[in-house]
């Protein structure tokens, strides 16, 4: 059909949709050897109300021109020297970032085996030669409305992680507020500052790093370590607040916190008294994130020692969790060199001693081995988390 045959229709047609059609704008791109080919789809395209064209007669430079103009379809003939439609058309689908775009073929129509290739390809559409506006608008006008929805739900699905990740966000805010508020609630119980939680999760990231524990799972470890008090919620003011040594009877009461704790942490997990305790600290991962999971098995064992004498069920060695055994030196270090209702803080050389001296009885000796070399560490985190006056 001629150019001044078709017009009349096409425009007609263009007047018939609404004034302000997105697609009209949409970025149109014409890869044909022969300029005159180019010419008349463009013609038929403007006549149709398109007015944003870019267009490529050299096919060794189609795909360079689509990564930098990123057009929104694609009107691509086949039969071209050097780089076919074909090829380009293997490329633009190799490639993740072009995969999407709408690709129109221009192929004679008897041609079956271009066709089945060119689908096989990932063709969206074909148009044959000679290009009959009748079929070249409508053709492009669908496949841009295709691209729009991609596009918007590509925009809506990026919308949507974003979301999701801002809403994680305030969420893992939230539980460290919640974790933060309940260490709190344990060490005002008997500390007005709260400041022990503090240094002893710090110290515990200082010695967790030190032993090699992977990146990832330290800022879970200082602040489940912040939680190896908690059970102090519910041991009486009258032992807990006690300024002389507790005796036997209120001791037995005061080792119970580390039980408490656990069953704070992991409320549905019983705590059998057999001696192995693999089955307690599997059973605590059980409906707990790892974090709690982490902090349960902390607050029951951070008073276990290396030689089986500790509490609540005097396990030894390396059946006491790691992280507890890393928590064991921190909180009684803090503990020497802090002020307590009971005694005032030990000077750095008597911390020291008592630590070198629990070595393989209270303490596992790599733990204390580690605590010496980064004692300048030790230091900073309790210099800037001293406990107010």
Known sequence: MKLDAMSGNLKRSATARPAVDAALHSRVMIVDDEPVNIKVARKYLQIAGYTNFITVTDSTLALDTIRREKPDVIILDVMMPQVSGLDILQAIRADAELSYLP????????????????????????????????ELVPRVRNSLVVKAHHDHLSEYSSHLEQEVRHRTSQLEASRLHVVHALARAAEYRDDDTGKHVLRVGRYTAVLARELGMPEERIPMLEIAAQLHDVGKIGVPDAILLKPGKLDDAEFAIMRRHCEYGFKIIAPDTEIDNAADSSTSFALSERGNSPMLAMAARIALTHHEKWDGSGYPRKIAGADIPLEGRMVAVADVFDALSSERPYKKPFPLEKCIQILQEGRNKHFDETIVAAFMRRLGDILHVQSAFVDAA
């Open 103 to 134: 690709v129109l073929i221009l192929t004679a129509s008897t041609d079956a085996e271009t066709r089945k290739s060119a689908l096989t390809l990932g063709a969206t559409d074909f148009l044959a030669k000679p290009v009959d506006a009748s």
